[in-house]
């Protein structure tokens, strides 16, 4: 059994950063891509940013040069160091993770429960 844990989400003036923290446990074998979606009300679920096992990052248009997305392998923890916020970052934010399962190695899409980011004076 897999889960995926999400931290840091708030509320936080416009210009001002949070960072969000995932960590994986259970029954893993290893991680590939590990990223970060947000979904607004009214809207569909979009990929934020994600990054490969072995570094390689990609980033959603409306977020490059704000938001950095990094992980740390050995914790299986991916972050989302977010700068810069604007009003129009409010959504709540979700962790998704590609999972080499220890049971069978068959690859599990997890998602974690979501957390919530409003950006608002």
């Known amino acids: 059994q897999v889960q995926l844990v999400e931290s840091g989400g708030g509320l936080v003036q416009p210009g001002g950063s949070l960072r969000l923290s995932c960590a994986a446990s259970g029954s893993i074998s290893s991680i590939n891509v590990m990223g970060w979606y947000r979904q607004a009300p009214g809207e569909e679920r979009e990929l934020v940013a994600d990054?490969?096992?072995?570094?390689?990052?990609n980033y959603a248009d409306s977020v490059k040069g704000r938001f950095t997305i990094s992980r740390d392998n050995a914790k299986n923890t991916v972050y989302l160091q977010m700068n810069s916020l604007k009003p129009e970052d409010t959504a709540v934010y979700y962790c998704n993770a590609k999972i080499v399962v220890q049971a069978d190695l068959h690859i599990g899409n997890y998602w974690g429960q979501g957390t919530q980011v409003t950006v608002s004076s």
């Open positions: 990054i490969t096992n072995g570094g390689s990052t």
